[in-house]
């Protein structure tokens, strides 16, 4: 099926993408299935010197990513500072802590909040752990790095992560950050897309 132009995963990609070399570090705060993470596995070249740190809460997120980057052939790693993808089972608030000690700093993270598609609704991403997690994000990108975030708005709790993550990016000073909002138009409880790019 060719993109959608309302599928703002898409166009998170295509923002990433546009910042990514390969040999960078990337950062996946919620590895799910593994999609937004074998998404920068290639565009780093994990296989050469690139890294992608893929963090997740739940047991079954980290497997999941693991079965799926293994069918695609991407290299799989123990430590953030060895080339390949190095899946973290951890609460991402702790991002800062797991990133800070690393030789590189990222040029692009990426954050889909929410659910686990296929898994249960009801252990979603929350407002304080994803605004800690936003925030030490900012503070390690590389100037001229990307940092995209999709938001949902259906379920119980998004409203107010929405309104915590808005809040977080409204701080960020105008002369330091590029800021972009990506909203499908007419379209109820569809996920958006901010966008953030360190000057
Ligand atoms: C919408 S899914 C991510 C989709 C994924 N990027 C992909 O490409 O398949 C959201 C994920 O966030 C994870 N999550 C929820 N709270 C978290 C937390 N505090 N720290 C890390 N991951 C969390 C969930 O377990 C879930 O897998």
Known sequence: MPPQLGDVIVHAHHLLAEVLQ????????????????????????????????????????????DQLLRQHGITLCSNGDDNGVWLCCA????????????CRRPRAVIANFGYLPGGDHNLTTTAADSVTAVAAASELLLPGGRIA???YTGHVGAAEECHAIEELCATLAPQRWNRVRLQPLGRNNAPYLLALEKR
């Open 22 to 65: 390969a040999g960078d570090l990337a950062v996946d705060l919620t590895a799910g299935r593994g999609r937004d993470t074998l998404f920068l596995a290639r565009q780093v070249n994990t296989s050469a010197a690139g890294t992608v740190v893929a963090i997740d809460i739940q047991r079954q997120a980290i497997s999941a990513s």
């Open 91 to 102: 609460n991402h608030a702790a991002s800062g802590q797991l990133l800070q000690p690393l």
């Open 149 to 151: 975030l999709v938001l």
